[in-house]
Nanobody, 124 residues
């Protein structure tokens, strides 16, 4: 049974930082590209960023480029999302997801496995 479990969310002031983690189990983690998505209040789930199986390539949404960084530790089956210079508009539930691919993947529909999400709230 595949499980993706996010952690690290919370309440932070604008300009602050948070680091989210996503621990994976039940799959060959190093074979999967990983993605981060978010869903704000009343909004659709949107792409944040993706990382290839070996961490060699990443891709970000324009809204987070230069502020967010995705990394992974295949030895620990964990992917991370470092979020800096947070803004109130970054407030959302953040989800990690896995797709069997050697490339970054931006399409939400392509991802097979999803975590339950972790809440990030940025106060102004």
């Amino acid at each position: 049974q595949v499980q993706l479990v996010e952690s690290g969310g919370g309440l932070v002031q604008a300009g602050g930082s948070l680091r989210l983690s996503c621990a994976a189990s039940g799959l060959t983690f190093s074979s999967y590209a990983m993605g981060w998505f978010r869903q704000g209040p009343g909004k659709e789930r949107e792409f944040v960023g993706s990382i290839t199986w070996n961490g060699g390539s990443t891709y970000y949404a324009d809204s987070v480029k230069g502020r967010f960084t995705i990394s992974r530790d295949n030895a620990k089956n964990t992917v991370f999302l470092q979020m800096n210079s947070l803004k109130p508009e970054d407030t959302a539930v953040y989800f990690c997801a896995a797709v069997l691919s050697f490339r970054v993947v931006t399409s939400r529909q392509s991802y097979r496995y999803w975590g339950q999400g972790t809440q990030v709230t940025v106060s102004s």
